[in-house]
């Protein structure tokens, strides 16, 4: 056999630019990156797909009997406010059952859309948020409505298309939102949508002025979608001050992750833009709400968008018509014993001690209380006149005149250096 050929001094190293040299494996302007994960807890197990005769299922393995972790302690929530948030959330988890009781009564004009053990995540991340600043929920984040001070009788009648909803009947789903006092756009059925449209809603408002936070949700499936990656990449580009909730529940409709993507988590695409990206754990409402305000105070200062990954599974189907027979039962076992509503009663009554079990009793009647009177509001409310369903389809009356809501928008001009045109050139930093 040949001697390999010995490789020079010279070779072995390489001059840089100011003249000191350095090994020829070294990478000039090497860059590492870090995703911080807050989570207490980090699960062991892949999903696979196998044949069983003539039909593909799921099968899933790994330490599927690990212990519950704790409540991880909110840098910055008082006890009243947990217990704010877990008011949030409880009424959040009992009207979804009110509308599935709905559904099962036939008063339900097309599907519902949970989102059984995403309640943190929709209730802590929006009560986060400012008065000036603007939410875009999915259709499973109805908690975050609440929070926003829609009331429970609004997602009742808009699912029964009744007279009183906030579409007037024109809608039987969560299409709605208020963009003059709540500062909430709505949900929008292509996934991905939004996040464009909540970027421009940060320009927008830095152009009058004010940076504020924008804050919306996509789930794991959604996020693989090109118009993501467009509005992501605008709101990194202008440092405009989105705040993206990946809402990480392990299946997209019957693909579980596993299937979807290739890397570890999803966090690691805030890579691919040069912004922040951290993963907490979704069924924890103290983790949520203090990645949410970190998020958001970044984006008052004008420092840019966050992505936080919470990760969690959505207990039930894509929605009320889907079973999620897909899932494998264990699944399902391990993430019940991490019911974010149960976790975070325990930590309040239990751990901390800031609910007395009958204070608790008292707030679980109230929410009911409430609950139940908005219910009766809702069935009540009547069905559209025929007569009205022209309406509302065209822009009457001035009807979606939007007005400056922080001051009159900023742009500077710059030189001109041709000859006058109809579109002036405005550069938007």
């Known amino acids: ?53 003539e039909e593909c299922c799921y099968e899933v393995s790994g330490n599927l009997f690990a212990p519950v972790p704790p409540i991880r302690d909110s840098k910055y929530l008082s006890k009243q406010q947990c217990i704010e948030i877990y008011r949030w959330m409880v009424l959040n988890r009992k009207m979804e059952q009110a509308l599935e009781n709905l559904y099962k009564q036939g008063k339900v004009v097309g599907g519902v859309y949970f989102g059984l053990g995403q309640e943190a995540c929709s209730c802590a991340s929006a009560y986060a948020l400012s008065k000036d600043d603007w939410l875009a929920p999915m259709i499973r984040n109805q908690g975050s409505l609440l929070v926003r001070d829609f009331e429970p009788r609004d997602m009742m009648m808009q699912y029964m298309a ?57 789930g794991d499936g959604g996020q693989s979608t090109g118009v993501t990656y467009e509005g992501i990449n605008l709101a990194a580009v202008q440092n405009l001050g989105l705040v993206l909730f990946v809402e990480s529940n392990l299946w997209a409709y019957s693909t579980p992750s596993e299937m979807q993507y290739k890397v570890q988590d999803l966090a690691e695409r805030a890579i691919a833009y040069g912004i922040p990206g951290v993963i907490v754990d979704g069924t924890d409402a103290c983790q949520i709400y203090d990645a949410a305000r970190n998020a958001v105070e970044r984006a008052h200062r004008g420092e840019g968008p966050t992505l936080i990954e919470a990760k969690m599974m959505r207990m039930k189907g894509h929605a009320i018509h889907d079973a999620a027979d897909y899932v494998p039962k264990p699944m399902f076992e391990y993430w019940r014993k991490r019911d974010p509503i149960a976790r975070f009663e325990n930590y309040l009554v239990n751990i901390k001690k800031w609910l007395s079990p009958q204070e608790h009793e008292n707030l679980i009647a109230q929410v009911e209380g409430y609950l139940e009177k908005e219910r009766e509001i809702a069935v009540n409310s009547p069905m559209p006149a025929p007569e009205t369903a022209e309406g509302g389809v065209y822009c009457e009356n001035g009807c979606h005149e939007i007005k400056p809501k922080y001051g009159t928008p900023k742009t500077r001009q710059g030189r001109r250096t041709g000859p006058k045109t109809a579109e002036d050139v405005v550069h938007l930093k």
Not at 188 to 201: E, N
Not at 202 to 217: C, D, E, F, P, S
């Open 1 to 53: 056999m040949k001697k390999p050929k010995k490789i020079s001094k010279t070779a072995q190293t390489k001059i840089s630019k100011n003249g000191a040299k350095r090994p020829a494996t070294a990478l000039p302007q090497q860059r590492t990156y870090s995703i911080p994960d807050y989570r207490l807890e980090k699960p062991s197990f892949t999903v696979r797909q196998v044949r069983k005769g």
């Open 162 to 218: 009744k007279a009183d909803s906030p579409t007037k009947g024109r809608d039987g789903t969560s299409h709605f939102g208020d963009i003059y006092k709540r500062n909430v756009v709505s949900p929008i059925s292509m996934l991905g949508d939004l996040i464009p449209v909540l970027a421009g809603v940060a320009l927008g408002a830095r152009l009058q002025g004010k940076n504020i936070a924008v804050m919306t949700y996509i």
